[in-house]
Each structure stands twice: as C-alpha cells, then as structure tokens.
C-alpha cells in the first residue's frame, strides 16, 4: 500500500537516526543524508526488487549510491528493511563498525564510494552486462544510481552520461539536487544549470519532480521503469536537511558536520512534532 503518510513517518524516524548515528560519531554528513531520505524510502518500499535475507539475490534491482558520504541515509533504510540490526547505526564510523561512506562490507550495498564521480559509471557497466546476459529485457533487473548534483561537477559523471546514451543503455540515474555541497551553494561553485537540458542535450529523458513529494517520486520512479531503449534522468529537487529548518537555511554548513547539543535538542524536538503529526494521520485512518 502506498501511503504518504506511512511514508512520511519513516522518513521522519530516520531523520533523527541520521542526526544521531553522526552525533555519537562526531562526524558525517546529516544534511545530504535527510535529503536523500524521502527517495530512498519509496525506492525500497514501492518500487525496488529486493530481498533483505538474501542481498545478492540474481533478480533484485539495482541501487548504485553513489553519494556514498550520506550513508546514514541508506544504513537507515537499510536497518528498516531488514539488511542490518538497528543495534549497529550507533557503530557508525567506527571501527569494525558501519563505514562513514557506503561500502560493500554492508549487507545490501550494491558499490564502494569513497571517492565521488563513479557510480554512474558503475551502473552503466552492472547495465551493460545485464543487457548481454538477459535478452528478454521485461526480465531485466533495473539499475538506478543516485548522484549529489555537486557530484555532477565531475568530468567522469559527464562520460557515463555520454555512454550510456550512445549505447542506449537502460540506466536510471537520480540527481538528489539539494543546492549546497561542501564548500558552498552548487551554483557558487560551478553551475550546472540547466542540468535538465543539458543531460537532455546528451539524449537522455528527463523529468524534473519535488524530491520530497512521495506522490511525485512515486509518478517519476513509475515512468523511469518503464522498459524504453536508452537512458532515463530524473532530477530531484531538494533541499539540504530537509526536516530541520534551521538545517534548511544552513546551506553548506551542515553538508559535513554533526550537530552541537543545543542543535541536537532543538531538531529532536522538531522531528518529534513532524512525527506526532504524521502518527495522528494514521491513527485516523485506522493504520495505527
């Protein structure tokens, strides 16, 4: 059943485990992490095949996170679905523990991402091979890679662009465009704009949505799977912690940084009220 309000509740839950997994470790990226979430939770409860008790199942879809520094994001989602116990999001970047960025050693994680700029790369290739073993291509897994828009500012995101259009590949890629990166606002640091008609302009399909509307996201997922020779963008407006507002008008400034403790109490106390509010919506709907 696709709820928003169900959805929405989950989100709001992670959000607090993203600011608390990077306030034990005292480090990490919150602010890319809570806008990512929105995405991520529909991608796994409405639209990715996928198997928590067996992660490397030969039929489930591919989600290539190559904005591997907002893993709390995706371990979050990853201990909701099943992949890993919630017991260790508090082992976060220590050692032993779950990695600071996403990295094969977690169950359910498809690519290792230090360093930014390959994922795309890697889902044309996982594509590439797909295509050459599973002719039928209504049999085919999808493969989707979610990239930061600062992580468009790299030369080999443009190649994988170029490739899979050229190739007609089947690759779904998800621009979490959130405005900030590490140093400053994107458009300060290098514009990309318009970053809809430019990877049109490289022959892919575009679609341009609110990435924190799961009706939106749900529509843009819905059309980016149906089965069309060559490549598929689906640029996702965000905003940068989204959930907490003082983090919304903070920019770059929470891209890579916990909060203090006064933060702390403040965004617990307004993920706490978000949460009541979509509690009570579901309550009146009979679901709680």
């Known amino acids: ?33 809570m806008s990512a979430i929105d995405a991520l939770e529909v991608m796994y409860n409405h639209k990715l095949a996928h ?13 290539i996170y190559s904005k591997g520094h907002c893993s709390p994001a995706l371990d979050a989602e990853l201990a909701h679905q099943g992949y890993i116990p919630y017991g260790s999001l508090p082992t976060f970047r220590t050692l032993g523990g779950l990695p600071g960025h996403a990295d094969t050693t977690t169950p359910g994680v498809e690519f290792p991402s230090g360093s930014l700029g390959k994922g795309l790369s890697f889902a044309n290739g996982i594509e ?44 779904i890629l998800w621009v979490d465009k959130n405005g900030a990166q590490n140093d400053d606002f994107t458009r300060r640091t290098k514009d990309m704009e318009p970053l809809d008609m430019k990877l049109d302009s490289f022959g892919w399909r575009t679609m341009q949505i609110n990435g924190h509307n799961y009706g939106e996201i749900k529509h843009a997922l819905d059309w980016a799977w149906v089965r069309e020779k060559g490549p598929k963008a689906i ?22 940084r916990c909060l203090d403790d006064r933060e702390m109490e403040e965004a617990m106390i307004e993920t706490n009220i978000g949460k009541e509010k979509f509690r009570r919506r579901l309550v009146n709907k009979g679901i709680l």
């Open 51 to 63: 198997r928590p008790q067996e992660p490397t199942w030969n039929g489930r879809d591919y989600l």
């Open 128 to 171: 590439h091979t797909l295509r050459d073993e599973i002719k039928n291509p209504m049999k085919r897994p999808h493969v989707i890679a979610i990239v930061g828009d600062g992580e468009m500012n790299e030369g080999q995101v443009w190649e994988a662009v170029a490739t899979a259009a050229h190739y007609k590949l089947e690759t």
């Open 235 to 256: 640029v996702a407006n965000t905003i940068k912690g989204s959930g907490v507002r003082f983090m919304q008008k903070g920019g770059a400034k929470y891209h890579g």
């Open 1 to 33: 059943m696709f709820d928003p309000d169900i959805l929405g509740y989950n989100a709001t839950v992670h959000r607090q485990e993203i600011l608390w997994m990077t306030k034990v470790a005292g480090s990490g990226h919150p602010g890319g992490s």
